[in-house]
């Protein structure tokens, strides 16, 4: 197949799953021969995903938005696609308010990822313009099962592909000896059981209930909080609250998350709405069980014999399935072998890749 002309296009480089997933795909299909340009509605961040993406070639474009609706980006986005003549765009979250109007008459195909549960990924006027987007044309792909049967119940119909995310499984094992190296760092004693959650600190993940959880754990165990958000203050204090200040660690944003995944014994998400999370996938792939709420794709991800999920907003039950494996370190190490056997298995990113252009190919014929 020849090489395609293809535009990633993101509100923003900032550090998320959407943002990383699409970043991913950008380095994949560039691997693959395709002729990939990434665009930001928003002006660079200098995230560690923006640095990735540079080191890797990927051509970067930046649209200067300002914060809420910016109509001057359309006229933008018009001419850079102009000179680009991309053959598909593949746009994420909420920007195909701004491709729809940017792109008549160009010619390019456009495919939307969903990325959560469709009734939470955008505001109400988002989906409104994506209901009209899907009727026009625009071609919806789910990233997960759940995913596509909310696409059903949102928009009245099916998505066009449902192709689950991926991640680069090897570069989810950190180094050899990292796991004592950042247990030390961090001033943890290298024998003590380590839970490890990753994500934004915001109302979606619920870190609020998972600090209920932990302090009903024992003593010794400790917390480590990797992500940064609005939440992070009222967090914090929450923790003091409880007890369990100096248990849990916040840990802002990382560029090291596979080191940090290493020090821990089992991986925490406590969502209350998910789409398909990278990071249950990369926690995987670094040899972690997982304990999380049933929300979402999550369950398609997570078995009895990889982890444990629970049901969202329960926090006596987050906290027993925590309690099971802090306490078993010896099953749990067998639970994130097996989590790391499916991980190499299913999630690799190339495989989401070559997918997404088995779609790319059959719409530009």
Same mark, same amino acid.
């Given at each position: 197949?020849? /090489?395609?002309?293809?535009?990633?296009?993101?509100?923003?480089?900032?550090?998320?799953?959407?943002?990383?997933?699409?970043?991913?795909?950008?380095?994949?299909?560039?691997?693959? /021969?395709?002729?990939?340009? !990434?665009?930001?509605?928003?002006?660079?961040? @200098?995230? #560690?995903?923006?640095?990735?993406?540079?080191?890797? *070639?990927?051509?970067?474009?930046?649209?200067?938005?300002?914060?809420?609706?910016?109509?001057?980006?359309?006229?933008? !986005?018009?001419?850079?696609?102009?000179?680009?003549?991309?053959?598909?765009?593949?746009?994420?979250?909420?920007?195909?308010?701004?491709?729809?109007?940017?792109?008549?008459?160009?010619?390019?195909?456009?495919?939307?990822?969903?990325?959560?549960?469709?009734?939470?990924?955008?505001?109400?006027? *988002?989906?409104?313009?994506?209901?009209?987007?899907?009727?026009?044309?625009?071609?919806?792909?789910?990233? =997960?099962? %759940?995913?596509?049967?909310?696409?059903?119940?949102?928009?009245?119909?099916?998505?066009?592909?449902?192709?689950?995310? *991926?991640?680069?499984?090897?570069?989810?094992?950190?180094?050899?000896?990292?796991?004592?190296?950042?247990?030390?760092?961090?001033?943890?004693?290298?024998?003590?059981?380590?839970?490890?959650?990753?994500?934004?600190?915001?109302?979606?993940?619920?870190?609020?209930?998972?600090?209920?959880?932990?302090?009903?754990?024992?003593?010794?165990?400790?917390?480590?909080?990797?992500?940064?958000?609005?939440?992070?203050?009222?967090?914090?204090?929450?923790? =003091?609250?409880? =007890?369990?200040?100096?248990?849990?660690?916040?840990? @802002?944003?990382?560029?090291?998350?596979?080191?940090?995944?290493?020090?821990?014994?089992?991986?925490?998400?406590?969502?209350? #709405?998910? /789409?398909?999370? !990278?990071?249950?996938?990369?926690?995987? %792939?670094?040899?972690?069980?997982?304990?999380?709420?049933?929300?979402?794709?999550?369950?398609?991800?997570?078995?009895?014999?990889? *982890?444990?999920?629970?049901?969202? =907003?329960?926090? $006596?039950?987050?906290?027993?399935?925590?309690?099971? !494996?802090?306490?078993?370190?010896?099953?749990?190490?067998?639970? /994130?072998?097996?989590?790391?056997?499916? $991980?190499?298995?299913?999630?690799?990113?190339?495989?989401?890749?070559?997918?997404?252009?088995?779609?790319?190919?059959?719409?530009?014929?």
């Amino acid at each position: 197949m020849r /090489g395609l002309r293809i535009v990633e296009l993101v509100p923003s480089l900032d550090v998320g799953g959407a943002e990383r997933m699409a970043a991913l795909m950008a380095m994949e299909l560039q691997a693959l /021969g395709h002729r990939v340009t !990434l665009v930001s509605l928003y002006d660079s961040t @200098g995230s #560690w995903i923006e640095a990735e993406l540079r080191s890797a *070639g990927v051509p970067l474009r930046f649209l200067g938005k300002e914060p809420g609706l910016d109509l001057r980006v359309i006229p933008r !986005l018009r001419s850079l696609l102009r000179g680009l003549r991309p053959d598909v765009v593949h746009t994420h979250l909420h920007t195909l308010k701004y491709l729809l109007p940017a792109g008549v008459g160009l010619g390019h195909r456009v495919v939307h990822t969903i990325h959560n549960l469709a009734e939470h990924e955008i505001e109400l006027s *988002g989906r409104v313009v994506h209901h009209l987007a899907f009727r026009a044309g625009v071609v919806p792909v789910a990233i =997960g099962d %759940a995913v596509a049967a909310s696409v059903l119940r949102t928009y009245g119909l099916a998505p066009g592909r449902t192709i689950p995310n *991926g991640i680069p499984v090897a570069a989810s094992v950190a180094p050899e000896g990292a796991r004592a190296q950042v247990r030390e760092e961090l001033g943890l004693p290298g024998d003590v059981p380590v839970v490890v959650t990753v994500g934004r600190l915001n109302p979606q993940k619920n870190h609020a209930l998972l600090l209920e959880a932990f302090a009903r754990l024992p003593p010794a165990v400790h917390l480590l909080v990797v992500g940064e958000g609005e939440l992070r203050g009222e967090l914090s204090r929450r923790a =003091g609250e409880l =007890g369990i200040g100096g248990r849990v660690h916040f840990l @802002g944003v990382r560029r090291d998350v596979p080191r940090v995944l290493a020090a821990a014994d089992v991986f925490a998400l406590a969502s209350g #709405w998910e /789409g398909n999370p !990278l990071v249950v996938m990369e926690a995987m %792939a670094a040899g972690l069980p997982v304990v999380a709420t049933s929300v979402g794709c999550v369950p398609e991800l997570v078995a009895p014999d990889t *982890g444990r999920l629970v049901p969202p =907003g329960e926090p $006596a039950a987050f906290a027993a399935a925590l309690a099971e !494996l802090c306490s078993d370190l010896v099953l749990a190490r067998r639970l /994130g072998t097996a989590a790391r056997a499916v $991980a190499l298995a299913r999630f690799d990113a190339p495989v989401m890749a070559r997918a997404y252009t088995e779609l790319f190919a059959v719409l530009t014929k």
